[in-house]
């Protein structure tokens, strides 16, 4: 069965609901614009119920069956917020506020959501409840959390959770998905190393911060290499490296490393965090100066379940004829925490060749709506077949 044809009608409608999100993005909690937009377009749809204010902007709408003899809440989730980059695509319907811009596709993610609510709503060819989920800071402030310790799973009844996520490089329309963890875990880190500043003329009269450093960032790579066991997965990068000082005749006295840590196991979570602070600590001690680790656990792995996995498959594969199965990503995503709280899974739509996410020329491709939002009704449709 390929794209449903109601879907493929709306397109156009669909369309211009992405590009106006485009034009006018919001970030992190602070979307009135767009939660705004979302919720009347759920009212004009004629959901039962829809509910604002959850996670400050988040939106929910609940749509009921033809009939409910099963008693069971299908939840679809889409996140609305940007990112804080200056767009470069130079398509006339770019945004509109400098340093803002949809690089990740979530005007996209929020629109086939739209698109597949209102379907929905039309048809309710379905024995049971669904319920569509907006929601704001997924790029960093962990939305998601906080929907989930507002209520959402227990206040809407929800038992079982999807979500999607557009992929440039696969073809446009065409799914990939993988059961078990899929996204890592993305912690962050500052590394502070406090030495003794001095004439770059006399260095033997101080403790330079900037070797101390140098020799942290080198040794961290070891993590990966001679810690972990070489068939997992780390990834540790410094991403900031800032003297306290910036004369060309100073030795500083103070250098501060940011960076990430991502992994797939809280095993290998919890070695590569005791790591990084024995090597920055032990390496600046060996110098003669001093360093202090602050570590922030951020989004946990995210862990699609087998048996909503497959279901997922069965899905995309009625859709695009296939779901192939995805590598794994070292990217974080904070649909994770929904999938702590109840079963469901996470799938990726093809893209088509465009630029990376999080670039300034990326742009969702609208080709791949009528297929993200078929998926979205396919799963509710199939899970709650009467």
Known sequence: MPVKNRLAEMLPEIT??????????????????TSAKVADLLRSFGCDEVVEGIAKTGVVGVIKGKSNTSGRTIGLRADMDALPIMEATGVEYASKNPGVMHACGHDGHTSMLLGAAKYLAETRNFDGT????????????GGGRVMCEEGLMERFKIDEVYGMHNWPGYPVGKFAIRSGPFFAAADEYVITIEGKGGHAAKPHEAIDSTVVASHVVIAL????????????????????FETSSKAHNVIPQRVTLKGTCRTLKNEIRDQAEKRI???ATGIAASFGAVATVDYHRGYPVMVNHERETEFAVEAATKIAGECVESPLVMGGEDFAYMLEARPGAYILV????????HHPEFNFNDEAIPAGSSWYVEMVESRLAG
């Open 350 to 357: 093809g893209n088509g060749d465009t630029a990376p996410v």
């Open 130 to 141: 669904a319920v569509v989920i907006f929601q704001p800071a997924e790029e960093g402030g």
């Open 277 to 279: 602070t024995e090597i």
């Open 16 to 33: 211009e609901w992405r590009r106006d999100f485009h034009e006018n993005p919001e970030l992190m909690f602070e979307l009135p614009r």
């Open 221 to 240: 790579q070891t993590i990966a290499s001679r810690n972990v066991d070489p068939t997992e997965q780390v990834v540790v990068s410094v991403t900031s």
